[in-house]
């Protein structure tokens, strides 16, 4: 009974459809898509109208789409562009020191990678030579990507890779071969180990941060591994326990808030302030070089507090 009603009530409205002379008048006579489709399940013709081992699924597959819908672009579908590793104008010459510039920084690796296995054979003074050696390209890199205006994101990343090898690797290294047999094992690796990890935060949070042309925010990478490298080279005369105290707190150095002076700032320094250690590295290098040290890493707490005071 209800399903002769409900054909019957669909004849009537197409009758009055086609009365009233309106032709989109027996649309409202189909039947709404889920009561159709009920009846389909019902008396079982959703199975006779499918061929045998056919899914739903791979029917919708292959259905057609209309054309006054765009295909939806898959997002990844999408090739991503290849950024340039050299920013600007790619003419050789500009390639030419762009290749120069990266292998100072490639360079520095390798002499950090030298000085590991140096120090690994017991030659523990060569290895420190060639950290300082290190010192020197990282710092060529840098003015010769500004000079030759070939600066670059890639080269940046590249000078901090090389950087986190040479100094943050490299120098703990050498610095516990030359601790070997003067300390205990346990207290040398802790304190290179300290160094190392130092050397990482110090290298990423230099990367983040915003750059101040007057100060560095805690002692640079290059600077803590020039000082462990001169100490190991000169062989400072002063017990391991201190040398140990001594790496520790220079690791701390490296990821603490005081602002230490840059090199171009101390550059500009009245000339007789460097009479005194030109005269002291004649007469003893070892106890001059330790009262620098000593005076650089205790400047970035005065400048902290005349900066607190001012404030």
């Known amino acids: 009974m209800r399903r002769s009603s409900t054909f019957a009530r669909q004849v009537l409205l197409v009758r009055v459809g086609r009365r009233d002379g309106d032709p989109q008048a027996t649309n409202l006579t189909l039947p709404e898509h889920r009561y159709a489709d009920r009846q389909r399940r019902r008396y079982g013709l959703d199975r006779l109208s499918r061929p045998a081992g056919v899914t739903r699924a791979e029917i919708k597959a292959v259905m057609p789409v209309s054309p006054?819908?765009?295909?939806?672009?898959?997002?990844?579908?999408?090739?991503?562009?290849?950024?340039?590793?050299?920013?600007g104008e790619r003419?050789?010459?500009?390639?030419m020191k762009f290749a120069l510039v990266n292998a100072c920084t490639l360079a520095s690796l390798m002499l950090g990678m030298l000085a590991i296995f140096l120090a690994m054979q017991g030659q523990v003074r060569i290895a420190a030579l060639c950290l300082i050696a290190c010192v020197v390209f990282d710092g060529l890199d840098g003015a010769l990507?500004?000079?030759?205006?070939?600066?670059?994101?890639f080269g940046a990343q590249m000078d901090s890779l090389a950087d986190m090898c040479s100094f943050g690797l490299a120098a703990p290294v050498v610095v516990y071969a030359s601790l070997?047999?003067?300390v205990s094992t346990a207290a040398a690796a802790v304190a290179c180990a300290l160094v190392a990890a130092c050397a990482a935060i110090r290298l990423a949070r230099f990367n983040v941060s915003p750059k101040d042309g007057r100060f560095f925010c805690g002692v640079p990478t290059t600077m803590a591994a020039a000082v462990l490298a001169v100490t190991v080279a000169i062989g400072l005369p002063v017990p391991g326990l201190v040398l140990v105290a001594g790496v520790a707190l220079l690791a701390f150095a490296m990821v603490?808030?005081?602002?230490?002076?840059?090199?171009?700032?101390?550059v500009k320094l009245p000339p007789w302030l460097w009479l005194a250690p030109v005269l002291g590295a004649l007469v003893d290098i070892r106890l001059t070089f330790a009262?620098?040290?000593?005076?650089?890493?205790v400047s970035g707490p005065v400048l902290w507090l005349r900066q607190?005071?001012?404030a």
Do not use: N
Request: glycine content about 6%.
């Open 291 to 297: 009262l620098i040290v000593v005076g650089y890493l």
């Open 145 to 153: 990507a500004r000079r030759l205006g070939v600066a670059s994101p």
């Open 180 to 182: 070997a047999g003067s």
């Open 91 to 95: 003419t050789m010459a500009r390639r």
């Open 308 to 310: 607190r005071r001012t």
């Open 68 to 87: 006054a819908l765009p295909p939806m672009a898959h997002t990844d579908e999408a090739v991503a562009g290849s950024i340039p590793l050299l920013p």
């Open 256 to 266: 603490s808030s005081f602002p230490y002076a840059k090199l171009a700032r101390l």
